[in-house]
């Protein structure tokens, strides 16, 4: 064989194997990339940390949609945010607050340029899985006083055994009046908890598979324990009605969860990550809310944040995201603003002319589990927010997907994508009904790890790096 030859040959091999070691392992661009913490500054560690700590109120305050909204409206209210109505004058600068029945929130600053140049909307939800009491909830067992219950959301029911929770909520008497309760959130309150069975004494549960190691009509917390003249049943049932000052049947009308009472916390010897319930997507609409309220200027097109509620089921009802409400929120908006010329037709151009950010947390790669994603497409917690690409005519224009990255590149800000593995993962947001407004949508998150449990990880620069890019974008 000639020389030369026999080098091109060497040469096309070592081609080869580097190209299929790519494949396997990704490219060098994408290996290459810093984790977000190696690219912070002394100024932003310091902002991180300030928005952690203020991450970690919002979290605790806010367990559920009603207590979420509770918590959002007063933050809005002191950054001069104020309750539209017909009357209010849409101009540039204005900050209104659209309140859907207390369990879903819009929040809008006008912008400069007209509404028929299109919103920057973020749409992400307020409501997190979760248990929840049925209408006729108390019932004797064994001695127990328990509560019945459903569950609100896709759980691994096993995971909410043995674990401290709180019941919150409200319910509405026949005259309209309503009690909010609250149960296990405050230091020195009681908990409720669903009791496992002992590791020498469950061999009659030992053949039942994974998914039914709980099942759900074994979701029962206990309620009491201390027998009265009658029954422990009676004696919880009417300690219950005489602190709330209700009757048993009021229990019908009521919206009452049971959501892990652990407060939020560092994780880590570093406390680089922070662990919490409800970071799906208490997460995201914290770094919205924040991102609209830390505006310094008025935007160039007016900016949207949409708190919704009932994702995790479906995003029904009129809170969820599937109502019109979004749509009747800018109606009201251009009618307010134009009411002698204003038609339907000016919703219609306004939406389609407009961008929104579909926010919610995505699972981030597992190091005890890795085999359950596809490394090179999963996003891993630290190295910045995630571009979702689901595939399946999911993903957005490939065009707006280039504008996202502009405004990550311009400002710095780290990025990955994540795609779940084929014929295993799923996932999905708000953003499909946002997309049927004609409003050109992507799906973008941050990565967590123990998604839907009773408590999820995050990382504080991811968060801080999702902040950043809605705040860039809502100025856009």
């Given at each position: ?8 040959v060497?040469?096309f ?5 580097s ?16 984790s ?14 300030s ?12 367990k ?20 539209f ?15 859907n029945?207390?369990?879903a ?13 299109g ?8 409501d ?6 049925k ?35 409200r ?8 009690i909010d ?6 230091a ?10 002992a590791?020498?004494?469950d ?15 074994e ?11 009658s ?6 049932v ?32 570093d406390?680089g990550?922070?662990?919490s319930?409800?970071?799906d ?19 160039r097109?007016?900016a ?20 019109t ?84 590149d311009d ?37 967590l ?10 990382s ?17």
């Amino acid at each position: 064989m000639n020389h030369s030859v026999s080098i091109s040959v060497m040469v096309f091999l070592m081609l080869v194997s580097s190209s299929t070691t790519s494949r396997a392992q990704g490219s060098d661009n994408w290996s290459a990339k810093k984790s977000g913490w190696q690219q912070l500054t002394e100024a932003d560690r310091a902002v991180m940390d300030s928005l952690d700590a203020d991450f970690k109120r919002f979290l605790n305050a806010s367990k559920t949609e009603l207590m979420a909204t509770r918590e959002a409206i007063p933050r809005a209210e002191s950054a001069g945010f104020e309750l539209f109505s017909e009357k209010s004058s849409v101009i540039p600068g204005k900050k209104f607050i659209f309140n859907n029945r207390d369990r879903a929130l819009i929040l809008v600053v006008v912008g400069r340029e007209p509404f028929a140049s299109g919103l920057h909307i973020i749409g992400t939800h307020i409501d997190s899985p979760r248990l929840e009491l049925k209408a006729r909830p108390f019932v004797s067992a064994s001695g127990f006083t328990i509560f019945k219950t459903t569950y609100h959301g896709g759980i691994k029911k096993y995971q909410w055994a043995n674990v401290p929770l709180a019941l919150v909520g409200r319910i509405d008497r026949k005259d309209g009046t309503h009690i909010d309760v609250s149960i296990g959130t405050q230091a020195g309150d009681p908990v409720f908890l669903i009791p496992d069975v002992a590791p020498h004494e469950d061999r009659e549960m030992q053949d039942r598979k994974y998914n039914e190691v709980f099942k759900g009509e074994e979701m029962d917390p206990i309620v009491g324990s201390i027998p009265g003249d009658s029954s422990t049943l009676s004696e919880t049932v009417k300690a219950v009605l005489n602190k709330y000052h209700v009757e048993e049947e009021d229990f019908v009308s009521a919206e009452l969860q049971l959501v892990p009472a652990t407060p939020a916390a560092d994780v880590g010897i570093d406390r680089g990550l922070t662990g919490s319930y409800g970071q799906d997507d208490k997460l995201s609409s914290f770094c919205a809310l924040r991102a609209l309220l830390d505006l310094e200027t008025i935007p160039r097109h007016t900016a949207l944040i949409y708190l919704s509620d009932n994702e995790e089921s479906g995003s029904d009802n009129n809170t969820g995201a599937n109502s019109t409400y979004l749509r009747e929120t800018v109606g009201r908006l251009l009618e307010a603003q134009s009411p002698h010329t204003f038609n339907e037709n000016h919703v219609r151009i306004a939406l389609h002319a407009s961008k929104a950010i579909s926010a919610d947390v995505n699972l981030g790669l597992n190091p005890i589990f890795p085999s359950t994603a596809e490394v090179t497409n999963t996003a891993r917690l630290g190295y910045g927010i995630s571009l979702k690409r689901y595939g399946h005519g999911f993903d957005a224009n490939s065009e707006f997907i280039g504008q996202i990255r502009k405004i990550l590149d311009d400002h710095h800000i780290p990025w990955q994508t994540q795609t779940p593995k084929v014929d295993v993962g799923t996932g999905g947001t708000i953003g499909q009904f946002l997309s049927r407004e004609e409003i050109e949508v992507i799906d973008i998150g941050v990565p967590l790890l123990s998604m839907h449990s009773p408590y999820e990880i995050s990382s504080k620069v991811d968060v801080f790096n999702f902040w950043r890019l809605m705040k860039a974008f809502l100025m856009e």
